[in-house]
């Protein structure tokens, strides 16, 4: 795939209506394709930020940009561009016109001033449909089988069931799962094969831009190991644009070419470390010393960040 | 099967033994059958008037039964319309909660009066009474969604209509089944309450018209309605939870109840 999206944030700040700010001054640039690690103390405002990217709430004041070379874009299987598929969409979305105007363009960009953040309301988020977000707990829907669960993304814009079907399978196979598992209910499976069920459900839209909001922190390291290894993979095979936040320094090296490194709250970035280990990754590169000096570096800076 | 009998046999037991104190209590302290009749008194009114009785328990389940999925029906909707706006739930909470606290036994007159006697007054108060679980259980469902859930939805730009219908409602579903637990039983005062005012036209009649009967005519026979009415009642309430609890079952697991690796 060669339209990954790619990230521009120039001063970002977010500050929450009780004042509260949850994120300051975060200037951010993500090349297209690029997958990053963002690791910072708790509160720092990683999820803020993630969120800010993927259209749910807007920053208080800088400029955000995510954009893509070339548009519009094929999504998912039936190659179908942003906005179709969804007639009940316009009418509910104050700034549709503009918006869908946007995705048509080159970039979509939150500028300053911005309106007043995203209402709690339904049916308004100025998302992307090339976005996809992974969430840290598996946010799976409790009533709906596996096979139900990774296709709402595309049910609810109304892409036909056979396609739909024929994702799903797919995406099943890319994660991992065996199509047993796809009657199941989230509730019988264990947090890890959650997980899954959760990377499928974002994967099966083919997103172009991956945020994973500490999405293995529940798992057991051997879990964790696993799944990050069967992410890089599929990152090796796709490259699409990938932020990833974690509190595990390990899993942040291993994964990416770059990690940033947030200060306490209200959080800024405060270093920006290169991996420079290429892909693909061997699991074994977790025991080189070279690993081990940049996760002593990463934790140094971490260290720095709590202070 | 097995485990029915076990659940069944405590409370027969108990049943037993309760029938066994009232009447040694009759017997033993002379107590006037106007008063308190014997259990076998009872038992030869009920088989006396048995057709009377089989009628007006079916008439006053139908009326209960009536009010109960009305209530559910319109319930759910109030509690779809709750959901959609801050404003709706502010403003109609109020009438809502009045709704709750009037006491059914001073409105059903009022409904007489509008509606006039009968039936479907009956079915009236029955609804009225059972409505509110249902509203207050269903919207605090709907309310409840985890907001990362609702994140999720709006990262798919899901219309307002899609997250009621693929969202809200389908997470409201266990709340629903606990609402119509407490509401079934509550159809059944309401259609018994209802039928003491609105019950006395038609000529053949509810347990409610039954009980104000009895008290004028044969303590027995009043004993034989207030007795159907409670069976009735319990009929009503479990049969809601087994239904309620099958819902359930089929809600978070896989129909047919399968296991993990079937
Ligand atoms: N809706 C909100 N209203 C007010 N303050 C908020 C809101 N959401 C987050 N915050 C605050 O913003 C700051 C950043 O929160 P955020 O969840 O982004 O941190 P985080 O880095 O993801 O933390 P963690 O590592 O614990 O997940 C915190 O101080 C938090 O209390
Ligand atoms: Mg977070």
Redesign the interface.
């Given at each position: 795939m060669s339209h990954e999206m790619s990230v521009n944030a120039t001063r970002v700040e977010m500050q929450f209506p009780s004042g509260q700010l949850g994120v300051r001054d975060v200037s951010l640039s993500v090349r297209r394709g690029e997958l990053i690690s963002m690791v910072g103390p708790s509160g720092c405002g990683k999820s803020t930020l993630l969120?800010m990217i993927?259209?749910?709430m807007s920053p208080t004041s800088g400029e955000l940009q995510v954009s893509t070379a070339s548009s519009p874009l094929p999504l998912g299987e039936g190659g179908r561009r942003p906005g179709e598929g969804?007639p009940?969409?316009d009418s509910?979305n104050k700034d549709s016109a503009a918006r869908e105007a946007d995705s048509q363009s080159e970039s979509q960009t939150h500028r300053v001033p911005q309106p007043s953040p995203?209402p709690?309301?339904?049916?308004?988020?100025a998302?992307d449909?090339r976005?996809?977000?992974v969430?840290q707990?598996s946010?799976l829907?409790?009533?709906r089988?596996v096979f139900d669960n990774i296709r709402?993304?595309l049910?609810?814009?109304g892409v036909p069931f056979g396609e739909q079907r024929a994702a799903v399978e797919s995406s099943l196979k890319l994660i991992g799962l065996k199509p047993d598992d796809s009657?199941?209910?989230p509730?019988?499976l264990s947090g890890g094969m959650r997980m899954r069920v959760s990377l499928a459900r974002a994967l099966v839209?083919h997103p172009e831009l991956l945020l994973l909001d500490e999405p293995f922190a529940a798992l057991d390291d051997l879990l964790r190991q696993q799944l990050n290894e069967e992410l890089l993979r599929i990152w090796t095979e796709q490259r699409w644009t990938g932020l990833f936040v974690t509190h595990n320094v390990a899993e942040a090296v291993f994964l990416s070419q770059r990690v940033l490194v947030m200060s306490k709250s209200p959080g800024t970035f405060i270093a920006d470390i290169a991996v420079p280990f290429e892909h693909p990754r061997d699991p074994e590169l977790r025991s080189t010393p070279e690993f081990a000096k940049l996760t002593g570096e990463v934790s140094r800076s971490l260290r720095e960040a709590a202070r | 099967m097995n485990r029915l009998v076990k659940a069944a046999l405590p409370p027969a037991v108990l049943f037993v033994l309760v029938i066994a104190a009232w009447h040694y209590a009759v017997v033993g302290f002379g107590i006037k059958a106007f008063l308190v009749p014997k259990p076998s008194g009872v038992w030869q009114a009920a088989v006396e008037n048995r057709s009377e009785l089989l009628f007006a328990i079916g008439l006053t389940a139908a009326a209960a039964m009536c009010g109960f999925v009305s209530s559910l029906l319109i319930g759910s909707l109030t509690a779809c319309v709750f959901s959609q706006s801050r404003m709706i739930r502010s403003s109609c909470y109020p009438y809502a909660i009045f709704l709750q606290t009037v006491p059914i036994v001073a409105v059903a007159p009022i409904i007489v009066v509008w509606f006039g006697a009968g039936f479907h007054s009956v079915v009236l108060v029955s609804f009225m009474i059972s409505l509110f679980p249902i509203v207050t259980n269903v919207t605090s469902g709907m309310l409840a969604v985890?907001p990362?859930?609702?994140?999720?939805?709006?990262?798919?730009?899901?219309?307002?209509?899609?997250?009621?219908w693929?969202?809200r409602l389908?997470?409201s579903?266990p709340f629903l089944v606990a609402g119509a637990r407490t509401s079934s039983g509550m159809a059944v005062v309401g259609a018994i309450v209802g039928e003491f005012f609105a019950g006395n036209l038609a000529e053949r009649h509810g347990l409610g018209y039954m009980i104000l009967q009895g008290t004028q005519f044969s303590t027995a026979k009043l004993f034989a309605a207030v007795i159907a009415s409670t069976l009735l009642g319990i009929t009503i309430f479990g049969a809601s939870t087994l239904i309620g609890s099958t819902v359930l079952s089929r809600?978070?697991?896989?129909k047919g109840g399968?296991?993990?690796g079937a």
């Open positions: 969120r993927a259209g749910l969804r009940a969409l509910q995203l709690e309301g339904e049916g308004t988020a998302t449909p976005i996809a977000f969430f707990d946010n829907l409790p009533w089988s709402l993304p049910e609810l814009r009657a199941k209910r509730r019988m839209t | 985890d990362d859930l609702l994140d999720l939805f709006r990262l798919y730009r899901a219309s307002r209509w899609q997250v009621l693929k969202l389908p997470h579903v809600w978070s697991d896989p399968g296991h993990p």
